[in-house]
């Protein structure tokens, strides 16, 4: 593994064999320090609580040294285009910037979401893509415009974990919100769904369809693994035979940037409700967090028998360690799966 930045990177077998490894790792958690004389830089243009924590906690629980840098904030403002006249508020390129991080550290980490002006510009991930472009270590992507691969990861691992025995049915269902917040954990939670074999169902309203090119890669996923896609905006409807619920709101592409609709009638059709939930095949509820209660997910439900948000927050520790041993130290993590194995 050479970065982990996005789903399509990874087969479907590739990414279910990533997330069987990280229930072993949660199971049998190396204690040999791993990584020990390694430094992870994780660098954030955006707010965070899990992706922050459970990243550094993992990298000093194998050994590494982490240090977080709040991008433009703590450091320099930053500049990414290519041939631009510096004489704004950036003082550094990241020419120079990560260049000079990958000498002081064996990995990096980036959360850059998009700025909402446009979706063609935000979809290009320029942030990301310079990290890519620039880094002479592995770079780790830990939410940017398309993807939010660690929280697919650790969702994975928790389906696998949670979900009841031959469970196959999974409802990503849109949510209500104050804004149109941006679309990488929908996007990564499609494609985690469709490469774990599930059947896919996407509930949303007219016009909240997620990027054709993400889709176009679920689709093709559903079909290799023999799985079904269907996008819907019935619901209740949606909800019957479900084995997951996975709530997320996202903004539009087609009013990109634009209020989300916010009348209480549309609200209470699209918020998780303990009545939708009892139509489930004893479903399990799934949210990456942040969550508002009583507008994005009812506390009926947060507080009721099929949550199991707090388990998924916890396998983002394991599923970081999962990424940084895969990208440092693969040989260890060969050695901790024998071991478990024995
Ligand atoms: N789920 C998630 O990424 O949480 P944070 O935004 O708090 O990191």
Redesign the pocket.
Known sequence: MKHFTHLRDFSSAEFVALAEEVLRLKKNPPTDKPLAGKTVGLCFMN??????VSTEVAAVSLGAHAIVLALGTDTWKMEFEDGAVMDGAAAEHLKEAVPVLSRYCQALGLRSFPNGASWAEDKKEPYLSAFKKYATVPVVNL?SATG?PC?ALADLATIKERMKPKGKNFLLTWAPHIKGLPMA?PNSTAEMAAAGGMNVTIARPEGFDLDGEIMKNVRARCEENGSSLTVTDKVPEAYEEQHVVYAKSWGSIKDYGKPLPSDAAFRAKWMVTPDKMKKTDDAIFMH???VRRNLVVHDGVLDGPWSVVVDQ?EN?LHAAKAVLLNLLAPHKLETAARRHAR
């Open positions: 707010p965070s609580l899990r992706t922050q939410e939010h929280q954990v990456c967090l942040p927050a983002r």
